[in-house]
């Protein structure tokens, strides 16, 4: 019997670091994607609207294609630049663990909007699926996590609900 405290105490130590790994993997995806779209000329041009315009053709949710078509089409040139601002802030953000409660509300918010995007296909919204879920166990266990901003600055008495402590 005293084999299960030791083990359940075992997965305790290793829980904040397994959060660690996943913050940061996550944090590098989002800022490997902005650079992508920024070496790829996304900016100043009409690869998003493309993009948009062939999963609003091809894939996208039934009720998210209206919004494909008829409010992110028509507004791609500011919309690239959120997105790779976004992408940037929070692939920063969690790979710091600062702001991580709101950074992976943001980063679940993106995800979601991608999977409306890119419909039911396995292979383009299991990404998003799983991206979805790593940002709910991050924003779920933030105060959990190893190694963060957050953590350093709630040991200084600085903290905020969207925060992880």
Same mark, same amino acid.
């Given at each position: 019997?005293?084999?299960?405290?030791?083990?359940?105490?075992? =997965? +305790?130590?290793?829980?904040?670091?397994?959060?660690? =790994? +996943?913050?940061?993997a996550m944090g590098l995806f989002f800022l490997m994607e902005a650079e992508h779209q920024i070496a790829s000329g996304y900016v100043g041009g009409d690869d998003l609207a493309m993009k948009l315009q062939k999963a609003a053709d091809d894939s996208a949710v039934p009720g998210y294609r209206y919004l494909l078509e008829h409010v992110f089409i028509e507004i791609d040139q500011p919309l690239t630049v959120l997105v790779i601002v976004g992408e940037i802030c929070v692939g920063v953000g969690l790979i710091l663990g600062l702001f991580t409660r709101l950074t992976a509300a943001a980063a679940i918010f993106m995800n979601l909007n991608f999977l409306l995007m890119n419909g039911t296909s396995l292979g383009a919204s299991g990404v998003d699926l799983a991206f979805i879920a790593g940002g709910a166990l991050l924003f779920v266990y933030a105060g959990r996590q190893a190694l963060s901003v957050d953590g350093a600055l709630a040991q200084r008495g600085l903290g905020a609900r969207f925060m992880s402590a």
């Amino acid at each position: 019997m005293s084999a299960q405290p030791t083990i359940r105490r075992a =997965v +305790l130590d290793w829980f904040p670091w397994l959060l660690l =790994v +996943l913050r940061v993997a996550m944090g590098l995806f989002f800022l490997m994607e902005a650079e992508h779209q920024i070496a790829s000329g996304y900016v100043g041009g009409d690869d998003l609207a493309m993009k948009l315009q062939k999963a609003a053709d091809d894939s996208a949710v039934p009720g998210y294609r209206y919004l494909l078509e008829h409010v992110f089409i028509e507004i791609d040139q500011p919309l690239t630049v959120l997105v790779i601002v976004g992408e940037i802030c929070v692939g920063v953000g969690l790979i710091l663990g600062l702001f991580t409660r709101l950074t992976a509300a943001a980063a679940i918010f993106m995800n979601l909007n991608f999977l409306l995007m890119n419909g039911t296909s396995l292979g383009a919204s299991g990404v998003d699926l799983a991206f979805i879920a790593g940002g709910a166990l991050l924003f779920v266990y933030a105060g959990r996590q190893a190694l963060s901003v957050d953590g350093a600055l709630a040991q200084r008495g600085l903290g905020a609900r969207f925060m992880s402590a």
